[in-house]
C-alpha cells in the first residue's frame, strides 16, 4: 500500500498551481542561478577554446615584434621617437640564436570595395610564398598568389570575395577598390588573382577580410622603408623564450616582442579564473534561490498546518507527508533547471555576440576588430544545470518537509 | 500492511475499547488533566453519542479513540487492535482502513474539488486513479452530490460540504466513524438530513458511529448517550436497542 509517485507529483502540482504567483517567483529564482551558471560557464569555456584554435593556427615557434610606439598608436601613425624597423633589423634578428626566419610585414586597415560590396578589412604587405608559413592550415580557395613584381596583383581573404548576405561575388582577374585607413587615405586599384580559403580569426587579424598584397608592392604603394612589423619564427616552440629575451635584451624598450604562446596562457588563466569567478556567482545566485525555497516552503507548511492535520487524519503517514512536500520543492527544481538551462542558452550566446574577444586590444597596425565566440556546451554543464537546481531544491525543501510529517495531528487540526 | 490486516479482531465484536485513559495537557509547568481515567466499550454497530459540557474531555477523547493522540495512561483499543503496539506509520494506515472523521469546521481541502477530497484517502493507499475516481463518484452520489463532484468547497454550501465530508469519511468503508459536532456547522434541516444518513449507513453497512455533540436532536437519534464530566464518565444512557443492522 504505497502512495502512487505520479499522485504525489500531481498532489504537489496543485499545491503549487495553488499558489501561481509565489511558486512561479520562487521558480524565477532557481531559474536564474541556473541559468548563469551555464551561460557564464559555457561562454568562459567557450572563450578558452576560441583561445586555443587561434593560437593553434599560429603555431607555438611563432614571435611578432613591433615597434614601441606604435603599440599605441594604430593605423601606422607613428610618432617621431618611436623606433622603426627596418631591413636591417630583420637581418639582426635573423642571427640571434634559435631563429629559423623572420619575415617582414606591413599593415594597415583598409576598406575594400568593389560593386555594391565595401569591406573593412585591411591590407597587409607580406613575402606571399611566407603565407603558409605564417598562417599555418591556410590554402588558396582559387587563382594563385600575387607575384612580387606586380604591384597591382592581390590575394583577397574568403568573405572580401564572398561576403555574406550580399548577392555580387568577386572572381579571378576582378578589379577591387582599396581605400586605406591611417595617415596615407589614398586609394588603390588592386587585380583579384588569388583568393583564399575560408581561414578565421588569428589572434589580431581576420584572414577571411584581408587583402594581402607582395612586400615589394607595399613597400611602393605605402610609400615607406619601414615594416609594421615582424614574424619570427624559431627553430623549436622550446626556443620562443630565449629568442625574446635576446630581442628584448637587444632592443630594449624600443620594441614589443609578443609571444603568442605565452600569452595565450596568459589569456587563458585569465579565462579559468573568470570560469571560476563567474561559476560562483551563479553559485551564489542559486544558494539565494535555495534560501528562497526553503523560505517559501516553511510559509506554505505554516499555511497548511491544517491540511497537514487533515492529511494525518485521513491516514497518510509522516514520510508520505515528507514525500508530498518534498516533491512540491523537486518540482520547483524541475522546472527551474529546465527552465535556466533554456534560458542560460539563450543567454550565452547572447553574452558571446556582446562580449568581444581582444576588442581594443592588439599589435601595431593591425585592425582591432571585435569577434564574437560561441559557447561550449558539454554534456556535463547541460546535466549540472539540470540536475543541481533539482539537489538545491530537495536540500532546501527536507527541512520544512520533514517539520510538516512531525507535526502534531490534533494540534494541526485545530490551527487556524 | 500486514498487522493490520491479518489480525482478526472483529471476532471480538467490539469496535472500541479504552481502558482508564488518561490524558494530560502540559502547558509550561501546568499539568491539565483532560481525561481522568475513561474505560468504555463500543461494540460493532453501534451509534454512540457522547455529550458534556465544554471541557469535559470529549474531543480528547475522539482523538485517542481515532488514533490521533496516545494515551497519558491506559489502554485504547480500536478493532481488538492495541495502539501502544503501533508506531506512526502503523497507526496512520490504520486510521486509512479503519476510521473515518467527519469534523465540525468539514475540514476539506480548499484548493481540491469535492471528487478530489474524497479520493484523498485511497490515494494515500495507492488505488489507481480509474478505481478510486468511480468509488468516489458512488460514495458522492449517495450523499446526493454527483452533480457537485467537480465543484470546490468555496463553491458549496455548509450542508454539501459535510455531506462531502461524510463521503470521504465513508469511501474507505471503515469500521468506525468518529464525529466531532458533525452537525455544528449547519442548519437545522440539513441536520436532519445527516443524521438520517448516518443512521441508513449505522444500520445497512454496520459502520460503528461516535460522535461527539452538543445537540440533543443528534444524541436522541443514537442507541447509547455517554455523558462526559470533568473527564469522567458521569453516565451512561442507553436510548434504543442496536438492531435491524446488517453488519458483524
Known amino acids: ?416 | 500492511m500486514a498487522l493490520v490486516d491479518k489480525e482478526s479482531p472483529s471476532r471480538a465484536g467490539l469496535a472500541v475499547q479504552t481502558i482508564d485513559v488518561t490524558k494530560v495537557y502540559r502547558v509550561g509547568h501546568i499539568d491539565y488533566p483532560a481525561l481522568r481515567g475513561v474505560t468504555l466499550k463500543i461494540a460493532k454497530g453501534e451509534l454512540v453519542s457522547i455529550v458534556g459540557p465544554s471541557g469535559s474531555g470529549k474531543s480528547t477523547l475522539l482523538n485517542l479513540i481515532g488514533a490521533l493522540d496516545p494515551p497519558t495512561s491506559g489502554r485504547v483499543i480500536i478493532d481488538g487492535i492495541d495502539l501502544r503496539k503501533l508506531n506512526q506509520d502503523k497507526l496512520a494506515l490504520l486510521r486509512n482502513l479503519r476510521i473515518g472523521f467527519v469534523y465540525q469546521s468539514f475540514n476539506l481541502i480548499q484548493r481540491l474539488t469535492s471528487i478530489e477530497n474524497v479520493e484523498m484517502p485511497l490515494i494515500a493507499r495507492g488505488v489507481s486513479e480509474e478505481a478510486r475516481k468511480s468509488r468516489s463518484l458512488k460514495m458522492l452520489s449517495a450523499v446526493g452530490l454527483r452533480r457537485q463532484a467537480n465543484k470546490r468547497p468555496t463553491e458549496l454550501s455548509g450542508g454539501e460540504q459535510q455531506r462531502v465530508a461524510i463521503a470521504r469519511a465513508l469511501v474507505t468503508q471503515p469500521t468506525i466513524v468518529l464525529g466531532d459536532e458533525p452537525t455544528g456547522n449547519v442548519d437545522s434541516k440539513t441536520t436532519r438530513e445527516v443524521l438520517s444518513y448516518i443512521v441508513q449507513v449505522n444500520k445497512t453497512l454496520g459502520t460503528t458511529f461516535v460522535l461527539v455533540t452538543h445537540n440533543p436532536e443528534v444524541s436522541n437519534m443514537t442507541h447509547r448517550v455517554i455523558t462526559l464530566k470533568d473527564g469522567l464518565i458521569e453516565k451512561e444512557q442507553y436510548l434504543q436497542r442496536i438492531d435491524s443492522y446488517t453488519g458483524m
Not at chain 1, 502512487?4 to 502540482?13: H, P, T, V, W
Not at chain 1, 520562487?26 to 548563469?36: H, K, L, P, R, W
Not at chain 1, 605565452?262 to 585569465?270: H, L, N, R
Not at chain 1, 510559509?299 to 512536500?325: D, N
Request: proline share 3%; charged share 10%.
Open chain 1, 1 to 416: 500500500m504505497q502512495m502512487r509517485i505520479s499522485d504525489i507529483f500531481k498532489l504537489a502540482f496543485k499545491a503549487l498551481r495553488d499558489r501561481k504567483l509565489r511558486s512561479v517567483l520562487t521558480i524565477v529564482g532557481i531559474m536564474i542561478g541556473s541559468a548563469v551558471i551555464l551561460a557564464l560557464v559555457a561562454s568562459s569555456s567557450g572563450l578558452s577554446t576560441g583561445i586555443q584554435a587561434q593560437v593553434g593556427k599560429i603555431g607555438a615557434n611563432t614571435l611578432t615584434v613591433s615597434s614601441a610606439g606604435q603599440f599605441f598608436a594604430p593605423g601606422g601613425s607613428s610618432g617621431t621617437q618611436s623606433y622603426k624597423l627596418t631591413q636591417q633589423d630583420v637581418n639582426t634578428i635573423k642571427s640571434f640564436q634559435g631563429v629559423s626566419d623572420v619575415i617582414p610585414y606591413y599593415s594597415q586597415r583598409a576598406t575594400i570595395s568593389y560593386a555594391s560590396n565595401s569591406i573593412q578589412g585591411e591590407l597587409i604587405g607580406v613575402d606571399t610564398s611566407a603565407l603558409f608559413t605564417m598562417y599555418r592550415g591556410l590554402s588558396l580557395y582559387s587563382g594563385s598568389l600575387p607575384d612580387s613584381y606586380d604591384p597591382s596583383a592581390a590575394a583577397v581573404g574568403y568573405s572580401i570575395a564572398f561576403p555574406t548576405g550580399s548577392s555580387d561575388q568577386l572572381s579571378i582577374n576582378q578589379m577591387i577598390s582599396t581605400t586605406l585607413g591611417g595617415s596615407t587615405s589614398s586609394s588603390l586599384t588592386f587585380l583579384v588573382k588569388g583568393i583564399l580559403s575560408e581561414y578565421g580569426r588569428v589572434l589580431f587579424s581576420n584572414i577571411d577580410e584581408t587583402i594581402f598584397i607582395s612586400l615589394q608592392s607595399a613597400q611602393i604603394l605605402l610609400k615607406t622603408q619601414y615594416f609594421s612589423g615582424l614574424y619570427v619564427i624559431t627553430d623549436t616552440p622550446a626556443d620562443v623564450t630565449t629568442v625574446q629575451q635576446e630581442i628584448e635584451s637587444y632592443y630594449g624598450t624600443q620594441v614589443r616582442v609578443m609571444n603568442a604562446g605565452s600569452m595565450v596562457s596568459t589569456v587563458e588563466s585569465i579565462t579559468s579564473q573568470m570560469t571560476v569567478f563567474l561559476g560562483s556567482i551563479g553559485g551564489v545566485s542559486l544558494f539565494v534561490a535555495a534560501v528562497g525555497i526553503t523560505n517559501t516552503m516553511f510559509v506554505s507548511v505554516m499555511e497548511r498546518t491544517r491540511e497537514i492535520g487533515i492529511l494525518k487524519a485521513l491516514g497518510y503517514r509522516p514520510k508520505q507527508i515528507m514525500g508530498m512536500f518534498l516533491s512540491e520543492a523537486i518540482l520547483s527544481g524541475v522546472i527551474g533547471g529546465v527552465g535556466g538551462t533554456i534560458l542560460g542558452y539563450a543567454l550565452s550566446f547572447i553574452i558571446g555576440g556582446a562580449l568581444p574577444m581582444f576588442g581594443g586590444f592588439g599589435p601595431p597596425g593591425q585592425t582591432r576588430s571585435s569577434t564574437t565566440f560561441t559557447p561550449v556546451f558539454t554534456p556535463e554543464l547541460i546535466a549540472f544545470s539540470l540536475l543541481f537546481p533539482i539537489g538545491v531544491a530537495v536540500l532546501a525543501g527536507l527541512y520544512p518537509a520533514w517539520r510538516a510529517s512531525r507535526m502534531n495531528a490534533v494540534v494541526a487540526l485545530k490551527y487556524e
